[in-house]
């Protein structure tokens, strides 16, 4: 089975489908048209293997870097160029501890289960 996902005139994912395997090297036009869809198709993949990232609802494709990246998380956070993954400026603390991200102070907080 193949992952294709639909994009819009901004390149934002709208949905994304299965194709049969015996449509898999045909998928766009299977999906466009076979199916009577329409729209614009991109194949996608869980591992990574085609575009960086398995595209999401909401992701955008990004033609030049031919990656799906999804929106920015918060403003400080970079974007990753070998990944097309947003990354935070600083790296979280790995003690076994869960943190979450602190926009107002650019740092990781612990998470008080309490």
């Not at 639909?6 to 934002?12: F, G, K, R």
């Not at 194949?43 to 960086?52: E, F, H, L």
């Given at each position: ?10 390149n934002v994912v709208l949905r994304v489908l299965v ?96």
């Amino acid at each position: 089975m193949s992952h294709f996902a639909e994009i819009d005139q901004n390149n934002v994912v709208l949905r994304v489908l299965v194709v049969p395997d015996e449509q898999e090297h045909r998928g766009q036009e299977y999906l466009a048209n076979d199916v009577g869809l329409g729209g614009r198709w991109i194949q996608t993949s869980y591992n990574g293997n085609i575009r960086k990232n398995f595209a999401g609802i909401g992701d955008k494709y990004n033609e030049q870097r031919d990656a799906f990246i999804s929106p920015k998380p918060f403003g400080s956070w970079v974007l990753n160029e070998y990944t097309c993954i947003w990354e935070a400026p600083i790296a979280m603390p790995d003690d076994g501890q869960m943190y979450y991200w602190d926009e107002e102070t650019t740092s990781w907080k612990e998470l008080n289960n309490g």
